[in-house]
């Protein structure tokens, strides 16, 4: 689509409770400034995506897709989004760079590409809340830049699996350059790659007040805290385990 603004939400789609798919799609350029899913915003349903690409899409939560539960319709429950050979390319959001998970959610990606997101604030790619992110055979660079969570901010419960095939590099944010997990949280971090990433706190983890942060299979290399914590960071009563490579 051309550039378009949905001043509250989708800058150029919003789908809800309904079945979408998607193929050859380039989506650029459009904006949410006041809401949600700078390209998209899923309210329940399942989109199947082949061949896709969202680059420079901007909104307040999800820069560019945002996905929740339907709010009319019970029965099309959460939103699922799933994409073979996807780019997320240079989006920006105050929270949720490239997309915001809200709610029972979940993103599955395949053979994609989620580089150069910035979130203002927190989630500089994904921010999940009570969401789950599947990854395999993706990689994800040079994400970030805000105040927390680089790579992914996660609230209350989330899952984010790399299957042993998702590498994320480059990744940055004053607090967790890789991954941010709130206070009280319980998050999950299996099968993925860190590698050079930069933070004041947290080169791969910031596990906050209360939180349970579990890395299983989870790689850190050449990752950096200017201050406290070149792998994980434990704010007061955190609690962060891991168990496979380090």
Known sequence: PKPSEGKRSGGAVFA???DLA???ARVA????PYGRGGAAVLEGGTCVADDVGFFGNVADEGGALSLCPSYDDSAAGAATFVATNATFSGNGAVHGGAAF???GTSLMLNGSVVDGNVALYSGGAFYLTDAALSLR?????RNGRGVEGGFAYVEAFGAIDGGGTTSVAASAADAGAGVYAFDFSTVSVAGVGFSDGAALHGGV???AVGATCALSRVVSRRNEALLCGALAYADRSGRPRGTGPR
């Open 16 to 18: 809800a409770g309904v």
């Open 22 to 24: 998607l193929a050859r």
């Open 29 to 32: 350029g459009c904006s949410a």
């Open 101 to 103: 998970l809200d709610d």
């Open 137 to 141: 055979e993706t990689s994800a660079a």
């Open 205 to 207: 983890l910031y596990c």
